[in-house]
């Protein structure tokens, strides 16, 4: 019996040391130590042993088995502290590595001038009005002059979404809805917004485009406070006295019409605006008495100030979202 006890703690060992997993282990166990192990057979065995073996055998086995548990326990808080230790390393954070660094934007080029003028004309005194990009005929064109056929219309080839609905060409027609809104009142108003035109794009033209509408009806409005007002904004967009001259021009929304140019860098004179003194025929419209009030009313091109103030040579580079180019430009909010 002694040898068949020695035999059997051997086997556990043996086996204790090739094993590493908790699963393992516990079948193990049972093998040895369950129920229907091997000790427990053992066990079964005493009771064909004469009274005088019994005790005897009883407590060998018992020696045993206990020296099998303690092999058991010890193997599993071997298998235990190297589960806990492969946790510990997998699961690790280590706090000196270097964060994911967020990068944070900035605002548009074009939001960016938007924002300044808008900041300028709100000094002198103007609102900041907004219109729908999809308008109507009666606004685009009626109301600002343009009648039906009128071959100005055709300058400004247009996205029709059906024959009475467009995507607004300019950002005139805000000229008209603020009239109708004011009943008579006087307006001093700007309109920044997005107008589209079916154009092909290339280095000049792009089908989309950003203007600032301005508007100001009142007494004894002149083209003297329209020349002003526009050599003031000049002077406060580019930070320096720019020169820039007025062109005869026509608009069917003003009369007279001026166009304004500012001489660049590189020795050009380059439109930058529309403007003129509104028409008798578009304050009538609008609700306005031609003989009592006054206006001038310009309409600026925001990508082309940028051109201007930054050298920049595709007016494309301001829709085709390429960083390199937008990183150039921190400033804004
Ligand atoms: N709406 C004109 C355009 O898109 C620009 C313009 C010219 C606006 C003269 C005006 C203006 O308000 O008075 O080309």
Known sequence: M????ISI???????????????????????????????AELMMGLKDLSNEEKPKVGKLINETKQVLEALFEEKKAQIEAKEI??????????VTLPGIKKEIGTAHLLSQIVEDLEAFFIGLGYEVKEGPEIET????????????????????????????????????????????????????IICPGKVYRRDDDDQTHSHQFMQVEGLVIGKDISMANLKGTLLAFIKHFFGKDREIRLRPSYFPFTEPSVEVDVFSEDGRWIEVLGAG?????????????????????????????????????????FYTNDLRFLKQFKGGR
């Open 277 to 317: 003194m509104v028409h008798p025929n578009v304050l009538k419209m609008g609700g306005y008495n031609p003989d009592e009030v006054q206006g001038f009313a310009f309409g600026i091109g925001v990508e082309r100030l940028g051109i201007l103030k930054y050298a920049i040579d595709d007016i494309r580079q």
């Open 9 to 39: 703690k051997n086997k556990a060992v043996e086996a204790l040391l090739s094993i590493d997993q908790m699963t393992d282990l516990n079948n193990l166990k049972a093998s040895f130590l369950g129920k229907k192990g091997e000790i």
């Open 2 to 5: 002694e040898n068949r006890l």
């Open 137 to 188: 005929d009666h606004y685009n064109f009626e109301m600002l002059n343009l009648e039906q056929g009128h071959p100005a219309r055709a300058m400004q080839d247009s996205f029709y979404i059906d024959p009475n609905r467009l995507l607004r060409t300019h950002t005139s027609p805000v000229q008209a809805r603020t009239m109708l809104q004011s009943e008579g009142k006087p307006i001093q």
């Open 85 to 94: 230790a492969i946790k510990l390393e997998k699961e690790a954070i280590d």
